[in-house]
């Protein structure tokens, strides 16, 4: 079991630590945060797993996606200790046909987004609300793609569902 303590990345440092159980990508982690630590910090930061990146930190882009429970959240706007004893699933984690439908439509550029891209896509898969390629461009629409991959990123999950590209 491993314990991580950081808390030089935030100006204000002071506060009671708090030790808290994740369970990242099926691995349990414990860690020590101050009460103000976004899961996307505890995450990068203190568990050095990057891929999970930060856009805005302010829950406009989706940049920060993971699965939480099979849900998809946003990591910024979510306090690492809320997520006491949850099962988090971060890029690192995901094994998914999507990713090859990603490279097969050449659905990334610079490849930001990417990692929240494909997490909110397996989460909204695993949601199976969307059943048109609309609804599903909507269901993805807090996922913000500055490279213009958008078409592509549709395209790739239409692809993993089965259905009609227009
Ligand atoms: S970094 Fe979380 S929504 Fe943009
Ligand atoms: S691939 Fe560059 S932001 Fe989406």
């Known amino acids: 079991m491993h314990?991580?303590?950081l808390t030089q990345t935030y100006p204000v440092t002071t506060g009671t630590l708090r030790e808290i159980t994740l369970r990242i990508n099926g691995e349990e982690r414990r860690l020590s945060v101050l009460p103000y630590v976004s899961l996307l910090?505890?995450?990068r930061e203190y568990l050095d797993l990057t891929g999970t990146k930060k856009g805005c930190d302010h829950g406009q882009c989706g940049a920060c996606t993971v699965l939480c429970?099979?849900?998809r959240i946003i990591s910024c706007l979510t306090l690492a200790?809320?997520?006491e004893g949850a099962e988090i699933t971060t890029i690192e984690g995901i094994d998914h046909p999507i990713q090859q439908a990603f490279i097969d439509h050449d659905a990334f550029q610079c490849g930001y987004c990417t990692p929240g891209q494909i997490c909110s896509a397996?989460?909204?898969l695993q949601e199976g609300k969307a059943k048109s390629r609309d609804e599903v461009k909507?269901?993805?629409s807090g996922n913000l793609c500055r490279c213009g991959a958008n078409q592509q990123i549709i395209d790739a999950i239409m692809d993993v569902k089965g259905g009609e590209n227009e």
């Open 3 to 5: 314990t991580e303590t």
């Open 81 to 83: 200790v809320m997520k």
């Open 69 to 71: 429970d099979g849900k």
């Open 41 to 43: 910090d505890a995450l």
């Open 138 to 140: 909507d269901q993805m």
């Open 122 to 124: 397996v989460g909204m």
